[in-house]
């Protein structure tokens, strides 16, 4: 267990519908991930957050897909009308980024894996 | 962008046995190289890394070396157990942007008692 929790670990859906991933990362850490990876694949970067600002999204996130971070703790991440493209697991991850922290080990929920049928 | 290819798919070993797994990546700014195994059903695990400055490491059975000329590294593990069977995926990042993690396709182990 890294300490980073996500939820739930598995959702089943219907094509068109909307579901949403949540992830808790180590309290003190800083920066948030998301990640998706399919069958036998590495994880893809999707976007990450420092605190509450979300400072980048890959080409992977389409329009369908928003990520939020409120107040700068846990995250979640909504896909909108949901296709079958889009089953996936999908992994959060957090790390400590500063000066003083040079290194850049991140740790992993996880996953949610999600089946659209 | 960054592009990390790894090398082979799967590999068997016999249990006792060595296994080495290698990755090449194609940023020269990347500096930061983690090596994750992942089980069934588990997100990824970090076992090693290493940064641009140094040419290897060693934790245990463990050992990772990276090449910066030729931009290639790879992880090594001696004397294999049944337990270290998982999918092992290799990294890149830089400390541009978020450092967020470029991941290899994945090398799918198995020790075979």
């Known amino acids: 267990d890294t300490g980073v929790s996500q939820n739930p670990r598995h959702k089943i859906t219907k094509r068109g519908q909307n579901v949403t991933f949540r992830c808790d990362p180590i309290?003190?850490?800083?920066?948030l991930y998301w990640y998706r990876q399919t069958l036998g694949q590495g994880p893809e970067f999707l976007t990450y957050?420092?605190?509450?600002?979300?400072?980048?999204k890959s080409r992977l996130l389409s329009d369908r897909f928003s990520a939020e971070r409120p107040k700068g703790s846990f995250s979640t991440l909504e896909i909108q009308r949901t296709e079958q493209g889009d089953s996936a697991m999908y992994l959060c991850?957090?790390?400590?980024?500063?000066?003083?922290?040079?290194?850049?080990?991140?740790?992993f929920g996880p996953g949610t894996r999600l089946t659209v049928l | 962008g960054e592009n990390v290819e790894q090398h082979p798919s799967t590999l068997s070993v016999q249990e006792g046995d060595s296994a080495v797994i290698k990755c090449t990546y194609s940023?020269?700014?990347?500096?930061?190289f983690p090596w994750y195994k992942q089980e069934l059903g588990k997100g990824p695990q970090l076992i090693i890394d290493?940064?641009?400055?140094?040419g290897e490491k060693k934790d245990q059975r463990i050992a990772v070396t990276l090449n910066k000329t030729a931009k290639h590294f790879s992880l090594h593990i001696t004397e294999t157990q049944p337990e270290d069977s998982a999918v092992y995926f290799c990294?890149?990042?830089?400390?541009?942007?978020?450092?967020?993690?470029?991941f290899g396709p994945g090398t799918r182990l198995s020790v075979l008692p």
């Open positions: 991850a957090s790390r400590l980024a500063g000066q003083t922290f040079p290194y850049n080990e991140q740790f």
């Open positions: 309290s003190e850490h800083n920066r």
């Open positions: 957050f420092q605190n509450e600002a979300q400072l980048e």
């Open positions: 940023d020269s700014a990347s500096n930061y």
């Open positions: 290493i940064r641009s400055n140094v």
């Open positions: 990294a890149a990042s830089t400390d541009n942007y978020g450092q967020n993690f470029v």
